[in-house]
């Protein structure tokens, strides 16, 4: 058998900077720095498989998959899985994966290590039979040193163990599996480390800022001599600073730059610089290093909060889990970005990674996007002991928490999104020996590691206690940390001030809507969280739980994920999230939709009391009947016309949360809000009834695709009337096939009862919408996608790979 060298393997196209660098910055000289894609050709067995780390292991038979990969997205899901609600009813247990790949002869003084971006979750990995390590955190990113154990220019077997039985384990969705990428790094003897460079800015103004680099070099041999080489590049490639210095292996070695006139890293124009670090030896450059970064200045302050190169910015954030719907926990660099742009286009600006570090492309795009991000360690730590309380158990935590938590911060450390760390969430009740004595010495630790960034952590309190409990218990533990970190508290807000005028406060969970409550102390009607932001200028921000519906942390069977987002797991948005773009967007913005907890089927009620609101005029069983309408707008006023029928106008200051109500007689037709300002009009936004269900309509987000066996096409699948109008009650099961040099990796309706797989071929619609998501292959053509209903046309769409 015609054994494939690494490059065919990986392919050489696919070799990158080590991170991605700048927009103008070439990534470093593959003559001394590689680092590719180690993603493809994994031979995978479902189960346990004894001996699978031996390299004569007979695993031919074993299914053939590429990276990312998640078993448990795959099913099936079952109300009687270990995994439970908590898990989505997902199946875990354990699996294996082996990858054989040959490196050139010639390479053999070369350091060669092995980077896993993510294994969910106690991960073995062997090479050629010797045990390089064991892993239990899920969400940490790990590297290994191959070099003692390779076989240059001979057969080389990597094998991997994932231990995901031990359920329940977690309190949402976690999939199972080498889920994130895996990465091959090629370098010299004496090379930079890995993620060995620390860029900070402590100094800027307009006419300069001060750089300062760290880098740390390794050598594999004995200590060795080398020069440094450092140059600062701006957005376009430029060189702006450069300076020399001189170390010895396995000590780091400062250096100071001045940049001018330098272009700041802000939500508006996210600029990226870089760092390239160039090792010499005996005169020779041996290696080759890249490190983005951004000149930004951030501080929290007490009465301003959140200060972005010295001015205030409100976070306008959403908490996001790690799974993107379909495709579980093996979320495409694609799918990452789609979500974000969804984001970005409702005004979101703040990501809170819940509750664990990201994937790294996560906070790659949050830099090139302008969002900035709460990077956050745990969830629960260890702690009690009591079986009904699995969750705040963490069996690795009191062993592992300090090389996890160093491995995130030594990540991310250059990220400029990244304006907070976090060490934890909801881990017990603030004030109290269950969080303070932990909290302090992950804060403490944190500084000392990576003091350039504030640490927080988010606080939630238990129900039955009084105010000034409340208020002393919070003070107890913020003040272990930099920023106030509160979880659904934000009637504490100005109580919490009064008490300690210094407090720095985030919300870092939010609901959408409070209603009254025992815990909660605003009043009946539905109150929008974010006036508690705005009204505050000394709180930072909030982070609303959450954007987008995720799978696990559900209800019971068959639930299969939680429905408190803003947009749902296929990117729509729904009628609440119309709310937050008009709260979060300066530009005019109107949203019409029916309120009502008794219409039945739609868009489901959200789990954390936002109203039911159906964004479509199709109720002709309600005839004549009074129907209440909201439009949600942030202009002045919204007129109302149906059928041409005006309703009049009224002003949006005179409704709770800007949120117009109006109560119309149904009738079929056409229904329209218009926004005005100044009397002019601004925004429109309107709902029409359906006819008869008569075509499918495919919308792809992107025609053209890399032909590269990672880049993704959301295609979103509409059924329509004859004028192309939604029909939103008259769902049909769509069969898709597909042509050409692609795959379908996953189906999807938003409908987190339902119990079609997610990876297959069919999908029922919900409300008349559902998506498929498209991937393309390794090499290129035309991929062709076809939909079929019962009682419709067929409709396809055809997509580019080049």
């Given at each position: 058998m015609h054994r494939r060298t690494f490059l065919e393997c990986a392919g050489a196209a696919l070799l990158l900077p080590s991170p991605a660098p700048a927009e103008g910055l070439s990534g470093p000289d593959p003559k001394f720095r590689s680092r590719a894609s180690f993603d493809f050709d994994w031979k995978f067995f479902r189960g346990d498989a004894p001996g699978a780390e031996r390299p004569g292991f007979p695993a031919a038979a074993w299914r053939d998959v590429h990276l990312p990969h998640d078993w448990s997205i795959e099913g099936p899901f079952s109300k009687d899985a270990a995994s439970g609600g908590s898990g989505g009813y997902s199946p875990c247990g354990v699996g294996w994966y082996r990858k054989e790949f040959e490196l050139p002869a010639a390479g053999r003084d070369r350091t060669v290590w092995i980077e896993f971006d993510g294994i969910y979750h106690n991960s073995d990995v062997w090479i050629n039979g010797a045990h390089l390590g064991r892993r239990p955190y899920g969400y940490v990113s790990f590297h290994y040193d191959l070099t003692p154990h390779l076989a240059f220019g001979a057969r080389n077997v990597l094998a991997v163990r994932v231990d995901n039985s031990d359920q329940p384990n977690c309190r949402w969705y976690s999939g199972s599996g080498i889920y994130r990428h895996v990465w091959l790094t090629r370098t010299a003897a004496v090379h930079v480390a890995h993620w060995g460079t620390s860029v900070t800015t402590p100094n800027i103004s307009a006419e300069a800022a001060e750089v300062r680099v760290r880098t740390l070099v390794r050598s594999r041999q004995a200590p060795a001599r080398f020069r440094l080489e450092t140059t600062i590049h701006d957005p376009y490639g430029r060189q702006v600073a450069a300076a020399p210095a001189a170390g010895t292996a396995d000590t780091d070695v400062a250096q100071v730059f001045t940049v001018p006139r330098p272009r700041l890293w802000s939500l508006e124009d996210p600029a990226l610089y870089s760092a390239r670090s160039v090792v010499f030896v005996d005169g020779q450059p041996v290696d080759d290093y890249v490190t983005p970064f951004g000149i930004r200045e951030v501080r929290f302050d007490h009465d301003k909060g959140f200060l972005l190169n010295g001015r205030a910015v409100k976070m306008k954030g959403v908490c996001l889990h790690h799974d993107a719907g379909a495709v579980g926990a093996a979320v495409p660099d694609r799918v990452l970005e789609r979500r974000l742009e969804i984001l970005k286009s409702i005004g979101c600006n703040a990501i809170r990674c819940s509750h664990n570090p990201p994937a790294p492309e996560l906070l790659d795009f949050c830099d090139r996007m302008g969002f900035v991000v709460i990077d956050e360690a745990f969830d629960k730590w260890a702690g009690q002991e009591d079986p009904r309380q699995w969750w705040m158990k963490s069996p690795s935590f009191p062993a592992w928490w300090q090389q996890d938590l160093r491995s995130m911060l030594e990540r991310d450390r250059n990220h400029p999104c990244v304006v907070l760390w976090s060490v934890g969430n909801e881990t017990g009740e603030p004030g109290t020996g269950e969080v303070n004595p932990t909290l302090k010495t992950l804060v403490d630790f944190v500084h000392r590691e990576e003091p350039a960034r504030r640490v927080t952590c988010a606080l939630i309190l238990p129900h039955g206690k009084t105010l000034e409990e409340r208020v002393s218990q919070v003070l107890s533990s913020s003040k272990l940390m930099d920023v106030a970190g509160l979880n659904y508290q934000e009637p504490l807000y100005p109580h919490l001030k009064k008490a300690d005028p210094n407090l720095v406060i985030v919300g870092t969970e939010a609901f959408k809507y409070w209603r009254n409550s025992e815990q909660l102390r605003h009043a009946f009607d539905p109150t929008n969280t974010w006036w508690d932001v705005l009204k505050h200028d000394y709180v930072a921000g909030q982070f609303l739980w959450t954007g987008i519906d995720y799978l696990g942390e559900t209800g019971a069977w068959p639930n299969r994920g939680s429905t408190s987002g803003i947009i749902d797991t296929c990117g729509f948005l729904k009628p609440e999230g119309w709310f937050q773009r008009s709260a979060w967007r300066a530009d005019p913005v109107v949203f019409l939709s029916v309120l009502d907890e008794s219409l039945g089927?739609?868009?489901?009620?959200?789990?954390?009391?936002?109203?039911?609101?159906?964004?479509?005029?199709?109720?002709?069983?309600?005839?004549?009947?009074?129907?209440?309408?909201?439009?949600?707008?942030?202009?002045?006023?919204?007129?109302?016309?149906?059928?041409?029928?005006?309703?009049?106008?009224?002003?949006?200051?005179?409704?709770?949360?800007?949120?117009?109500?109006?109560?119309?007689?149904?009738?079929?037709?056409?229904?329209?809000?218009?926004?005005?300002?100044?009397?002019?009009?601004?925004?429109?936004?309107?709902?029409?009834?359906?006819?008869?269900?008569?075509?499918?309509?495919?919308?792809?987000?992107?025609?053209?695709?890399?032909?590269?066996?990672?880049?993704?096409?959301?295609?979103?699948?509409?059924?329509?009337?004859?004028?192309?109008?939604?029909?939103?009650?008259?769902?049909?099961?769509?069969?898709?096939?597909?042509?050409?040099?692609?795959?379908?990796?996953?189906?999807?309706?938003?409908?987190?009862?339902?119990?079609?797989?997610?990876?297959?071929?069919?999908?029922?619609?919900?409300?008349?919408?559902?998506?498929?998501?498209?991937?393309?292959?390794?090499?290129?053509?035309?991929?062709?996608?076809?939909?079929?209903?019962?009682?419709?046309?067929?409709?396809?769409?055809?997509?580019q790979t080049t």
């Open positions: 089927s739609g868009t489901p009620a959200s789990s954390w009391e936002a109203p039911k609101m159906l964004p479509h005029w199709n109720f002709r069983k309600c005839q004549g009947q009074l129907l209440r309408l909201q439009s949600q707008t942030n202009c002045e006023t919204v007129e109302l016309v149906l059928n041409g029928a005006s309703y009049g106008q009224r002003r949006s200051a005179d409704f709770l949360n800007r949120a117009v109500i109006w109560y119309v007689p149904y009738q079929p037709g056409r229904i329209e809000a218009l926004g005005r300002n100044g009397g002019r009009i601004v925004a429109r936004h309107e709902l029409r009834t359906a006819g008869p269900c008569a075509r499918i309509v495919l919308r792809p987000d992107r025609q053209t695709l890399a032909d590269d066996g990672r880049d993704v096409s959301h295609i979103q699948v509409q059924l329509t009337d004859g004028e192309g109008v939604l029909v939103p009650d008259d769902d049909r099961a769509v069969q898709f096939e597909l042509s050409g040099p692609g795959a379908i990796i996953g189906v999807d309706s938003g409908d987190l009862r339902s119990l079609e797989p997610y990876q297959g071929n069919l999908r029922t619609t919900r409300a008349g919408r559902c998506l498929v998501i498209v991937q393309s292959a390794r090499n290129p053509g035309a991929i062709r996608v076809t939909a079929t209903a019962a009682g419709l046309p067929p409709a396809s769409v055809t997509i």
